[in-house]
T-cell receptor
Framework: AQSVTQLGSHVSVSEGALVLLRCNYSSSVPPYLFWYVQYPNQGLQLLLKYTTGATLVKGINGFEAEFKKSETSFHLTKPSAHMSDAAEYFCAVSEANYGQNFVFGPGTRLSVLP | SQTIHQWPATLVQPVGSPLSLECTVEGTSNPNLYWYRQAAGRGLQLLFYSVGIGQISSEVPQNLSASRPQDRQFILSSKKLLLSDSGFYLC????????????FGSGTQLSVL
């Protein structure tokens, strides 16, 4: 079985400051890992994903995440927060080789202060 | 290109009434289809997923059911809604060709009063 935990249900940063959203996963098989963003009353959009290869992955809007197998982590970062980054962020795990299940973490709400 | 349609966008229903939410996917074939619920202030809960017509897997015992009458159609239903069924319902799809990514519909905000 797979599971995802996200430390911090709400994170606040100042505009221009570093964004760090934490994600840890549990999986008995090689995982595929994802970060999604959700704006109010909308569906989810993919930010970035890790499947195989390079463990540092870059996504849209300047976000990136690093897969650390030894720490079972996939933390999301952005060097400089922008007001438009305020949203809900979800980490997700899926089994490699097109596993059918797709498990999301509880989400972290990011607020960006002027 | 592929698109996913989900309707209605908002729905207000009284307790005890039936429910039918529909999701259709265009531009792809044999997708895996998913229903998620997002309760206020909570994460995404996987309700059902389907790997083919008539094949439904339920993740959480509940007052809801799902059906897949056609390859690209996924329906979420209830015979009698409960207050606890309120939430934001999201349909999603993926195929092996999308390299594991899930694509989401725009969601249905359901309020049960």
């Amino acid at each position: 079985a797979q599971s995802v935990t996200q430390l911090g249900s709400h994170v606040s940063v100042s505009e221009g400051a570093l964004v760090l959203l934490r994600c840890n996963y549990s999986s008995s098989v090689p995982p595929y890992l994802f970060w999604y963003v959700q704006y109010p009353n909308q569906g989810l959009q993919l930010l970035l994903k890790y499947t195989t290869g390079a463990t540092l992955v870059k996504g849209i809007n300047g976000f990136e995440a690093e897969f650390k197998k030894s720490e079972t982590s996939f933390h999301l970062t952005k060097p400089s927060a922008h007001m438009s980054d305020a949203a809900e962020y979800f980490c997700a795990v899926s089994e490699a080789n097109y596993g059918q299940n797709f498990v999301f973490g509880p989400g972290t709400r990011l607020s960006v202060l002027p | 290109s592929q698109t996913i349609h989900q309707w209605p966008a908002t729905l207000v229903q009284p307790v005890g009434s039936p429910l039918s939410l529909e999701c259709t996917v265009e531009g792809t074939s044999n997708p895996n289809l998913y229903w998620y619920r997002q309760a206020a202030g909570r994460g995404l809960q996987l309700l059902f997923y389907s790997v083919g017509i008539g094949q439904i897997s339920s993740e959480v015992p509940q007052n809801l059911s799902a059906s897949r009458p056609q390859d690209r159609q996924f329906i979420l239903s209830s015979k009698k809604l409960l207050l606890s069924d309120s939430g934001f319902y999201l349909c999603a799809w993926r195929t092996s060709a999308t390299n594991e990514k899930l694509f989401f519909g725009s969601g249905t905000q359901l309020s049960v009063l």
